[in-house]
Nanobody, 124 residues
Framework: QVQLVESGGGLLQAGDSLRLSCAASGRTFSSYTMGWFRQAPGKEREFVAALSRSGGTTVYADSVKGRFTISRDNAKNTVYLVMNSLKPEDTAVYYC?????????????????WGQGTQVTVSS
């Protein structure tokens, strides 16, 4: 089992940059595929980005491709999401998730563990 704790959210202006972190407990962090999802008020949770166990494979939602970068440091049991050129439509609660499947999935149902979320608010 793994516990996930996100940090780094905040209130920003359009065009700003932000880095989210997700710290994982346990010794098997490197065995999990990791992902970031987000949920805006009144909307369903949506996929943002994910990467493989080694970090060698990454997948992004079209809405963030070219602006967001997901990475991981297995020595620190941490996954990151660097968000550049933020837009008001990026406003949401961002969740970190871990999947025991070996394949990088974009669907939330393939993820076994979730963090509590961190709020990102982007004003215009």
């Amino acid at each position: 089992q793994v516990q996930l704790v996100e940090s780094g959210g905040g209130l920003l202006q359009a065009g700003d940059s932000l880095r989210l972190s997700c710290a994982a407990s346990g010794r098997t962090f490197s065995s999990y595929t990791m992902g970031w999802f987000r949920q805006a008020p009144g909307k369903e949770r949506e996929f943002v980005a994910a990467l493989s166990r080694s970090g060698g494979t990454t997948v992004y939602a079209d809405s963030v491709k070219g602006r967001f970068t997901i990475s991981r440091d297995n020595a620190k049991n941490t996954v990151y999401l660097v968000m550049n050129s933020l837009k008001p439509e990026d406003t949401a609660v961002y969740y970190c998730a871990a999947s025991s499947f070996g394949i990088v999935f974009t669907t939330s149902t393939r993820y076994d563990y979730w963090g509590q979320g961190t709020q990102v608010t982007v004003s215009s």
